[in-house]
């Protein structure tokens, strides 16, 4: 990752290099916090943020369900991000708001503790690589499975719950392959690493529900408003490891991730093996509203000007 200039800390600007935390941070020890991934795209009216207050708004959620109180405003946050792109030049293309318990006491309790909030961005590029987004990426089933609802508040994006994507994401790289497939705890397709899954047989697109311990991507949300678009339903429903064995189609779909064509699972390939015309036909499309080249959602694009 290249350094940019500047990071939102806390109210301020800081220069990249002395936005740092101290050692005895809550979140650092426990998790304690939260976190959104934000797009920039390029478009033909410059620099553009992909529904950013969708994604402030699940980031307000994601703490309220740890009991973090972030002491800025909605609207506040929203411009400080446009802020952070704006002060940091035309070559980010990915924004990372986190907010979290700071320090005042080492045990587990936070309630008392100051609550602290950063902005940064920088650039990503393709989250798994070119090949990976133009050819489709290789999978493999995690053994590390998703925690059940009862143990894990899996809708909210709570630093402390990344460590179960960290280990599958390991155990990924490690094998091979370019990401993990997550399990739910009673063994249902939930999603991946970072991204949720879709898949499609005869012609039909389905997709795993909150129920299987997934956060609700705004990407997912995307994608289910831009499917009926395109002529196809989506349907949200269990899905099996052995459906997606042989599914016409996978595809994953995160901010990070953007619409990933998957070829192969657990060395099976996916239909032919290579992207469909259904996972294609969705990625041009979702490409499009991110470029600003479909009027019906110019709404999601935030522009910087
Ligand atoms: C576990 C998990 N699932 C799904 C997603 C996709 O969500 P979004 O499309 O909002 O980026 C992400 C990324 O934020 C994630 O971390």
């Known amino acids: 990752m290249e350094p940019t200039k500047k990071i939102w800390m806390d109210g301020k600007m800081v220069d990249w290099e002395k936005a740092n935390v101290h050692v005895l941070t809550h979140g650092?020890?426990?998790g304690g916090g939260v976190?959104?991934?934000?797009?920039?795209?390029?478009?033909?009216?410059?620099?553009?943020?992909?529904?950013?207050?969708?994604?402030m708004i699940r980031f307000?959620?994601?703490?309220?369900?740890?009991?973090?109180?972030?002491?800025y405003s909605l609207d506040k946050l929203c411009e400080a991000v446009k802020e952070v792109v704006r002060v940091n030049g035309p070559k980010v293309d990915y924004i990372r708001p986190i907010a979290y318990y700071g320090t005042g006491a080492v045990g587990l309790n936070p309630i008392r503790l100051p609550t602290k909030v950063a902005i940064a961005c920088m650039f990503m590029g393709p989250y798994l690589g070119d090949d990976q987004q133009r050819n489709g990426a290789r999978l493999i089933t995690s053994s590390w499975e998703k925690p059940s609802n009862r143990a894990a508040a899996l809708n909210a994006k709570i630093c402390g719950n990344y460590i179960n994507s960290v280990l599958a994401r390991l155990e990924a790289v490690r094998k091979g392959a370019d990401e993990a497939l997550m399990l739910d705890s009673v063994g249902n397709v939930a999603e991946g690493t970072g991204e949720n899954l879709f898949m499609v047989k005869n012609g039909r697109i389905s997709t795993p529900g909150m129920a299987s311990g997934i956060l609700g991507g705004i990407t997912r949300d995307s994608i289910l408003q831009l499917a009926p678009d395109l002529g196809f339903g989506v349907t949200e429903r269990n899905i099996t490891r052995s459906e997606l064995f042989v599914a016409d189609e996978v595809f994953l779909t995160g901010t990070a991730a953007e619409v990933l064509p998957v070829r192969e699972i657990d060395d099976r390939p996916i239909g032919g093996g290579?992207?469909?015309?259904?996972?294609l036909k969705i990625q041009r499309a979702f490409s499009e509203v991110t470029k600003g080249k479909n009027k019906k959602y110019a709404h999601w694009l935030d522009y910087l000007k």
């Open 28 to 30: 650092l020890h426990y």
């Open 35 to 55: 976190f959104e991934g934000i797009r920039v795209y390029e478009t033909a009216k410059g620099q553009a943020i992909f529904r950013l207050r969708d994604h």
């Open 60 to 71: 307000y959620d994601s703490a309220k369900v740890i009991e973090l109180k972030i002491p």
């Open 274 to 279: 290579k992207p469909g015309p259904i996972s």
